[in-house]
């Protein structure tokens, strides 16, 4: 990630406003270029560009420069609008490339919120903040709320709250409402103090272009070292009427659970209570963002937010247990599944795609803490990026937890494709099968540990001399 470039001054220069005159302009230009490229490349002809600027396509990504699409990514899905919020994202500083780094989400009064957040110890500004401003509020009236990527804005101590408390008084101030009605997020590099000068010499421009279609952009602008952008829409009914889900993440690295989001923002516009948001997003958090690793890592700043605008005029549902929520619930499970899974699609250096099952074991827990144990493991996974199905990494993976195993029934299989069987390698394996499977970009691992009934089940990805290069030079 970009070190963060000295801060501008809030009146622009001749220069600077010649720049900003121009933007439309040279966006036209770069569009057009791209468009060109493209053409040609249909056509079987060398895109020129390319040849000039080896690196052109990945420095106009939204992410960091240089970086090369993962080749598990997803496409955006078409995200229209939801009632009773918008949308405007601008560019405040804080990275030496031409990105935008700041998101206002602004939304109709009487908006409803939750949240869950990371349980690391040394939590960031924003997250101290959001947990503090839900608490008062009791999760109701929420207006808007801010994030900027490229600073993370955690341990900094008490210059780090101030800087945190004057963003959110900036914003109301702006938009007429209380401070505590602000929430905010941030990602980026820790131990750096947020310069909210930046964002608060952009808030004009941030609330002038507030739009409710904005979703794509908004996605894009949160990203740090994202490959691609993530989102997920989906419609649901509440007594015959219908609401619509929207959600946006980010995050490639240093995702684990507990939670594991990095952010995640999830807007509905149904009416529903902050009970019954709370109690949705800690069930679905548990089997969705809590099921997913990269590497082992919790961030810091970990955040997953769910707000109900109440624009679709739906029936006010106060009881998590209402059965007119049945569709409600399976749509947003989906959303966010659909985001957690696309975090590890975009696992810095990923070229697999993993699903780990455990079964067997002897209670929920037990299931969980050896599945991340496979999931979590260097060798494993190191294994898994060779193509190799080496199984004998799953047995060491699986006994390190001390958790109750079985030896002697113990299973593996990778696929459909048996490697072990009652504590030994299967009479029945092939190791060209295994080999030709573990070819495939998504992959599905299942052990039996033979001493219960319970299961859990953890999504992963490969480790590649990719994520080393992403994080050796992650500041730079």
């Known amino acids: 990630m970009a070190k963060s470039p000295k801060s501008p001054t809030s009146n622009p220069t001749p220069v600077q406003g010649l720049e900003r005159a121009l933007e439309p302009v040279t966006s036209a230009i770069k569009r057009a270029v791209q468009h060109g490229a493209e053409l040609a490349s249909s056509l079987g002809q060398p895109d020129a560009s390319k040849a000039e600027t080896p690196k052109a396509d990945a420095a106009a990504a939204p992410g960091k420069p240089g970086l090369a699409v993962s080749p598990l990514a997803v496409p955006l899905p078409d995200m229209p609008p939801v009632g009773g919020v918008q949308l405007a994202c601008d560019r405040a500083g804080f990275y030496k490339h031409e990105r935008k780094d700041v998101l206002l989400m602004q ?11 990371t349980r690391h110890s040394i939590g960031s500004a924003p997250v101290d903040w ?7 509020n009791e999760g109701n009236g929420v207006r808007a709320l801010i994030v900027n990527a490229g600073c993370a804005n955690a341990f900094t101590g008490k210059m780090g709250a101030d800087a945190a ?23 980026g590099v820790i131990g750096v103090v947020l310069d909210d000068s930046k964002i608060a010499s952009r808030l004009y421009d941030l609330e002038k272009n507030l739009r409710a279609d904005a979703w794509h952009e908004a996605a894009q602008t949160i990203m740090t070292t994202d490959t691609f952008a993530k989102g997920a829409y989906q419609t649901a009914e509440i007594d015959g009427v219908p609401v619509r889900i929207a959600g946006i993440a980010k995050g490639s690295g240093m995702i684990a659970p507990d939670m594991a989001t990095m952010l995640a923002f999830i807007v509905t516009d149904a009416t529903l209570s902050p009970g ?88 929920p827990a037990s299931a969980r803490k050896i599945a991340k144990s496979i999931a979590e493991s260097p060798l494993v996974k190191t294994a898994i990026a060779g193509e190799d199905a080496n199984w004998g990494r799953i047995v060491m ?63 992963t990805c490969d480790l590649t001399h990719g994520y080393i290069s992403i994080n050796g030079d992650y500041r730079s």
Do not use: W
């Open 130 to 136: 959001c947990k503090k401003q839900l608490e008062a």
């Open 165 to 187: 408390r004057r963003t959110a008084s900036s914003l109301a101030r702006r938009i007429d409402c209380r401070q505590r009605d602000i929430l905010l997020a941030s990602t």
């Open 397 to 459: 993976a699986v006994g390190k937890t001390e958790e109750p195993v079985d030896r002697d029934r113990l299973g593996i299989r990778f696929g459909d494709l048996v490697a072990a069987e009652h504590g030994a390698v299967s009479r029945t394996y092939d190791e060209a099968a295994m080999s030709a499977y573990m070819k495939n970009q998504e992959l599905e691992i299942s052990v039996d540990v033979g001493v219960g009934k319970a299961a859990a089940h953890v999504f």
């Open 107 to 117: 939304f109709a009064e009487g908006t409803t919120c939750a949240g869950v957040f």
């Open 276 to 363: 019954v948001l709370q109690s949705l997003l800690a069930l679905f958090t548990r089997t969705t963002f809590n099921s997913v690793t990269v590497d082992g890592d919790t961030s810091t700043n970990d955040t997953c937010l769910l707000f109900a605008t109440g624009a679709a005029c739906a029936p006010r549902i106060a009881r998590a247990g209402d059965k007119r929520l049945a569709d409600f619930k399976d749509k947003l499970e989906k959303v966010m599944h659909s985001l957690a899974c696309q975090l590890i699609r975009d696992g810095e250096g990923a070229t697999k795609f993993v699903k780990v099952n455990v079964t067997g074991a002897a209670s």
